[in-house]
């Protein structure tokens, strides 16, 4: 290919890029919310479970396509494929999955914009603008998309820079904010009142659910979308690594950071909750469920900064950045996705293709915005629930079975030219090829029929 690819600087860049892009709402809103109307630490473990034994053989299918092929998951896909018509169906897939992204991106850009307006509401109560705090933190059409736009902007910003100029300067630089802020919160929250009790609801399990299918669908459903697999994203990432890395470990570090962040956005969301409850504020729902989703995060929190005062003000500034900043380096990875294809198959310039691919995205975003009711959680419904298993089904078939596994082995092999003698090669081929497709099948097909 004549196109100047980009390439990840380091095993630091690479891993806070792909950290970056597998934490983000869903690990620190996500997870916890699920957690908490899912039997607690019942979910938590099937959450584990899945995370390592399914979501990292899925994770690694995809980077080890992506370093091969040096090229967006289309042209990867063509590449390991023996001939013609299963490369054609691969590139579909391809296809199908930038697809996904950008519509996971349009709803995920509305939603961050909420977090930056939450963010620039509390500022505004810091200087007591109280109009303009209460027009920030109220629903509209105008907030809505203006604040999406600013954040599709940010997006735009990010990867018209490139792998190394934006990617990875970004994420390096925001990755170690982000951890610092979640457990500076972490540590706050524990010296609140009614901190323990969400603290006991959050690792004492609640068996009886635990092979309940609901909860192992939302679990891997959970697992998928927070490490970002089946929509070509982490196999762009790992387009980017070096050839002399090694592949199992950086993507062992990445399911493990992704997933203990989860597991730490747990203690600060959980007992907050509680402590809300303390606080005096409603956090159970008319059936006796907990409150989660949406309201959890701009109605419960917020009433509960509310009611702490200044502190209160400040605390939920720095919640907000946090929540925002995790957004954002999951984001520029959604959008990597459909511009690497700009780039790489028809062409175009980087900064025309962001720009454009940016436009696109921000104006499907207005759609859903303007008819919000119809649009928001189906569009969220079909990508996560089904697309992104489904496509991850997809990588594993292409991984296990289509690509021949001499020339796999030879790949894995630039990075640890002893792989063969490890558990990695003596597991991993089988799990990709039977066991990841035949259990997310099982899940998948529960979840439509079950
Ligand atoms: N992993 C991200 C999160 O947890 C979401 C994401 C999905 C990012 C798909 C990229 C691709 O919020």
């Not at 095993?11 to 892009?21: E, K, P, Q, T, Y």
């Not at 690694?60 to 998951?73: D, K, P, Q, V």
């Not at 203006?146 to 940010?154: K, S």
């Not at 999951?330 to 780039?343: D, F, H």
Request: charged share 10%; glycine share 10%; net charge negative.
């Amino acid at each position: 290919m004549s196109i100047i690819r980009g390439e990840f600087s380091s095993r630091f860049g690479f891993v806070m890029a792909a950290s970056g892009s597998a934490v983000g709402l869903g690990n620190i809103w996500g997870f916890p919310t699920q957690a908490a109307s899912n039997g607690g630490a019942a979910f938590l473990l099937v959450y584990l479970i899945l995370a390592f034994t399914l979501a990292y053989p899925a994770l690694m299918a995809e980077l080890i396509i992506g370093r091969h092929a040096h090229a967006n998951a289309v042209s990867a896909l063509r590449l390991v494929s023996p001939n013609r018509l299963i490369g054609n169906i691969g590139a579909l897939a391809g296809i199908a999955g930038l697809v996904v992204a950008s519509l996971i991106l349009s709803f995920y850009a509305i939603v961050a914009g909420w977090m930056i307006a939450f963010f620039f509401a509390s500022i505004a109560d810091l200087f007591g603008i109280e109009a303009l705090s209460v027009w920030l933190i109220s629903f509209s059409t105008l907030r809505n998309i203006m604040f999406m736009l600013i954040f599709m902007a940010l997006n735009v910003g990010i990867i018209s820079a490139g792998v190394q100029g934006g990617i990875e300067r970004w994420s390096t630089r925001l990755m170690p904010v982000l951890l610092t802020t979640l457990a500076l919160l972490v540590i706050y929250v524990f010296t609140l009142d009614g901190a323990l009790e969400g603290l006991r609801v959050y690792l004492l399990p609640d068996f009886s659910q635990i092979l309940s299918p609901g909860l192992i669908i939302n679990a891997l459903g959970s697992a998928f979308f927070s490490l970002s697999l089946g929509v070509g994203t982490m196999l762009i990432y790992g387009s980017y690594i070096k050839d002399n890395e090694n592949l199992p470990v950086v993507g062992g570090m990445v399911t493990l950071l992704d997933v203990m962040i989860a597991v730490l956005a747990g203690f600060l969301v959980l007992p907050a909750m509680y402590v809300a409850l303390h606080s005096g504020v409603e956090i159970f729902t008319d059936s006796g469920d907990l409150i989660s989703e949406d309201t959890l995060i701009f109605t419960v929190l917020p009433e509960l900064f509310y009611a702490m005062g200044v502190t209160g003000i400040i605390v939920s500034l720095i919640f907000f950045f946090l929540m925002s900043v995790a957004a954002v380096t999951s984001s520029i990875s959604m959008l990597e996705v459909p511009v690497a294809y700009a780039i790489e198959e028809r062409g175009i310039d980087r900064k025309i293709a962001t720009f454009g691919v940016g436009c696109v995205i921000a104006l499907i975003s207005c759609c859903i915005l303007l008819n919000f009711e119809t649009f928001f959680s189906a569009v969220i419904i079909f990508t996560t629930r089904y697309s992104q298993p489904l496509l991850g089904f997809v990588f594993c078939i292409y991984a296990g079975w289509v690509w021949q596994r001499d020339l796999l082995l030879r790949e894995l092999r630039k990075g640890n030219p002893n792989i063969s003698e490890g558990l990695f090669w003596k597991i991993w081929p089988w799990y990709v090829r039977l066991v990841c497709p035949l259990i997310i099948l099982a899940i998948f097909v529960q979840s439509i029929w079950g």
